[in-house]
């Protein structure tokens, strides 16, 4: 199975700290089918997400790093479960981050890339679970 990473677009997102981010990215993979019901979803966490590629092969032929939990008849069964995996808020994997060119200065954010919370990480990461239509 060939994983594709996704990047789904926000106009904003407000941090803990009052600061507004402006065209937020982040990036994800999927693997399994979501029901009609939109109930079998299951998100992955590991080691705060440094990138979305948790199973199957990526086009570098590089095994997801949880390839051996994930898929059909694995501990996170594909033929039941709609597995989700987004890059976490301040990543440097296709999700808004340091290395992001900062829509107001035309450069990368670099070190005035704000300081985020994990509750930030977490507002993301429910901002793409809504668009994706995930109750």
Same mark, same amino acid.
């Given at each position: ?28 993979? %999927?693997? #399994? ?13 590991? @080691? *705060?997400? &440094? ?43 296709? %999700?808004? #981050? ?13 070190? @005035? *890339?704000? &300081? ?20």
């Amino acid at each position: 199975m060939i994983a594709e990473t996704q990047i789904a677009q926000f106009d904003s997102l407000t941090l803990d700290n009052g600061v507004t981010l402006r065209d937020i990215t982040v990036a994800y993979e %999927t693997y #399994g089918a979501l029901n009609e019901a939109r109930t079998n979803a299951i998100l992955i966490e590991h @080691a *705060f997400t &440094g990138d979305a590629h948790a199973a199957g092969i990526d086009h570098e032929g590089k095994p997801g790093w949880w390839a051996n939990m994930i898929g059909p008849g694995k501990a996170f069964d594909t033929d039941h479960y709609f597995v989700l995996c987004a890059n976490v808020l301040g990543g440097c994997r296709g %999700t808004t #981050g340091p290395s992001t060119v900062n829509p107001a200065t035309g450069k990368p954010y670099g070190l @005035a *890339f704000p &300081g985020i919370t994990i509750s930030d990480m977490v507002r993301l990461q429910k901002l793409l679970i809504d668009h994706l239509g995930i109750p």
